[in-house]
C-alpha cells in the first residue's frame, strides 16, 4: 500500500485535476460508444490507434455486429477486414472473439461493471477495465496509460512506472467522484502539452508542477501553429 499522502499534496493535487478540467472542457472519453459492449470493443481496438481512425472503423462495425453472438460467429477473416485499419489487426480481431466468448460463457452475454469480472475476460487488463467501468458503467475508476502516467510522474504524484501503483497513488491523492475526471484530463494534458518534449510555457498548471526540466520555449512546430491562429496539440493521439 502507498504511504498516505500528506494534505498539501493531496490539496495540490485537487487544484491541478480542477484547472486542467477547466483547461480542457472536452474532458471524456474519446470514443464513440452507445453501450458497455461497444466501449469494450472499441477500447481493445483502441491500442497503438489514433481515436479518430477508431471511430471510423467502428461506425460500420457496431451497425454490423451488435452483440457478443455476432462478433464469436463471425468468420474470422471478415472480421480482421473490418477492423484492419486501427492496425494489429489479427491480434485485435482474436481479442474481441475470445473476450466475446468469454461474455457469453460466463456473464450471459452482457458486459460485467466490475474490475475481477472484466479482468477475467482475454485481452482485458485493468486499464481496460477502468475505461469500461467508469464510462460505461459510472463507476469511479483510474486508467492509466502512458499518457497519464507520465504526467503523473513529472507533477511529482508518484514516483512508480508500474500502473498499477500509479493508479494506487493516485487514489489516495483524489476524492472517487474526481477519478474519472481526473483520468480523462490527464490524458488530454498529456497529448496536447506534457508531450515526451513538454509545452511548458503553454501548461495551465505550471505554477503547480514540481518537473526540474521544463521547456523555456515551444518546439518550432508549436510555435508556428500558435501564431498562425491554430491551437497547438488539440489533435488527439492513441486511446488510453
Known sequence: MPARPDPAKKARARAVVRLLAKANPDWGPTLRFSNPL???VATILAAQAQDERVNEVT???FAKYRTPRDYVR???????????????YRQKTKAI??????????????VPGDMESLTRLHGVGRKTASIVLGNAF?????????????VAQRLGFTKSGDPERIEEDLRALLPKKDWVKATWSLVLHGRR?????PECPRCPVL?????PRKTKALPAR?????????PAGRRRGAHI
Open 59 to 61: 461506425i460500420p462495425l
Open 222 to 230: 508549436s510555435a508556428a501553429a500558435t501564431s498562425a491562429g491554430q
Open 38 to 40: 461497444e466501449l469494450l
Open 193 to 197: 502539452i506534457c508531450r515526451p518534449t
Open 97 to 110: 472473439q475470445a473476450a466475446s466468448q468469454g461474455l457469453l460463457d460466463e456473464f450471459g452475454g452482457e
Open 138 to 150: 459510472g463507476v469511479p475508476s483510474i486508467a492509466v496509460d502512458r499518457h497519464v502516467a507520465r
Open 74 to 88: 463471425a468468420p474470422r477473416a471478415a472480421l480482421e477486414k473490418a477492423v484492419k485499419a486501427t492496425g494489429f
Open 207 to 211: 505554477a503547480l508542477c514540481p518537473y
